[in-house]
């Protein structure tokens, strides 16, 4: 059974940083490549960033590039995302995701429909 479990998240103040974190069982892990989306109230899942299986490729839209920054350990099954300069705008929960490829360089690569396990999500909340 897969799980994917996200952590970090907490309220953080304008202008301020979070790592989030994302743990993997049950999984070829290093086999597929892994997304970060997030979902604000009233808003549509958005993707936010992505890397291929073995980390070597990464894609972020337009919108997120420069404040974002995902990593991945494959020894630990494990992949992060990195946010500076925070902004209210940032509020939403953030969503790790398993994806069914190995690469990122597809029009899906920020497609929800193309990333088949989710974790429960975690909160990001920033004050101004």
């Known amino acids: 059974q897969v799980q994917v479990a996200e952590s970090g998240g907490g309220l953080v103040q304008a202008g301020g940083s979070l790592r989030l974190s994302c743990k993997v069982s049950g999984y070829q892990f290093h086999e597929h490549n892994m997304g970060w989306f997030r979902q604000a109230p009233g808003k549509e899942r958005e993707g936010v960033a992505c890397?291929?299986?073995?980390?070597?490729?990464?894609y972020y839209p337009d919108a997120m590039e420069g404040r974002f920054t995902i990593s991945r350990d494959n020894g630990k099954d494990m992949v992060f995302l990195q946010i500076f300069s925070l902004t209210p705008g940032d509020t939403a929960i953030y969503y790790c995701?398993?994806?069914?490829?190995?690469?990122?360089?597809?029009?899906?690569?920020?497609?929800?429909?193309?990333?088949?396990?989710w974790g429960q999500g975690t909160q990001v909340t920033v004050s101004s």
């Open positions: 995701a398993a994806g069914r490829y190995a690469s990122c360089s597809g029009s899906w690569r920020t497609d929800p429909k193309a990333y088949d396990y």
């Open positions: 890397i291929s299986s073995r980390g070597g490729n990464t």
